[in-house]
């Protein structure tokens, strides 16, 4: 689909079209190891080759998209030794993130993460789509970035977070994920209600270490497939 008319020529027409392959990798429109051909691009979003280069080299700064050299790009392929790097980085970091959440956070935003657990578990009991449950799931994320008040952890977390989705999308595909993550964000949540800060970070990164492994299973499986998983998880 083109670029809207109503949008000029310029920086705003790149970032659309980057916000629009991004969100087709995520939701596994491009799926892991597809080719992405330029002209191809060029004629669905309506821009110049010049501007879709500049959109796939941004993807790739993203760890979304690999670009070879006079072979062109393709969707990145999750590979395990990158997903155990990427989930011991999450553990540790988030886990700090936790930690600074119940040193910091106000009464309401305590009140305002377990709820955001809740609305997860009322997607995941409905059987939204995984990209809008994943979608709900990140509002637990938004509070505690909100209460932990650290934006240069934020910053980081955040870039971690980029990298980890097709992950993510790759781990929904295990029966029972998701029923499981809500469970895991609701001891997060009761460690911090109760003022157990030790209890919280360890309840984090038990979910972070699960979810972490749930990935890895599906991408040592021989029958791994590239196609759009049915269930939600990490």
Do not use: W
């Amino acid at each position: 689909m083109a670029v809207p008319s109503a949008m000029t020529s310029g920086v705003s027409v790149r970032l659309q079209v980057t916000d629009a392959i991004r969100d087709g990798i995520f939701n596994l429109a491009y799926t892991p190891g597809q080719r992405l051909v330029e002209r191809e691009l060029v004629e669905k979003y309506g821009v110049s080759r010049a501007t879709i280069r500049e959109v796939l080299q941004t993807l790739s700064s993203e760890g979304l998209v690999t670009v070879i050299p006079q072979r062109g790009a393709t969707v990145t392929e999750p590979k395990a030794e990158d997903a155990r790097d990427l989930y011991e980085i999450r553990a540790v970091l988030e886990g700090l993130l936790v930690g600074k959440f119940c040193e910091r956070a106000s009464r309401a935003q305590r009140l305002r993460l377990a709820v955001a657990v809740e609305e997860f578990a009322e997607a995941v009991e409905a059987g939204l789509p995984i990209t809008e449950t994943l979608k709900v799931k990140d509002r637990f994320y938004d509070v505690l970035l909100d209460g932990a008040a650290s934006p240069s952890l934020g910053q980081v977390i955040e870039g971690i977070q980029v990298r980890v989705h097709l992950l993510r999308a790759t781990s929904m595909s295990s029966t029972g994920r998701a029923e499981t993550a809500v469970m895991e964000l609701r001891a997060v949540t009761s460690a911090v209600e109760a003022g157990d800060t030790d209890a919280a970070i360890a309840a984090y990164r038990h979910h972070i270490e699960h979810a972490g492994q749930t990935a890895l299973r599906r991408l040592t499986e021989p029958t791994y497939a590239k196609s759009q998983p049915e269930e939600c998880a990490s």
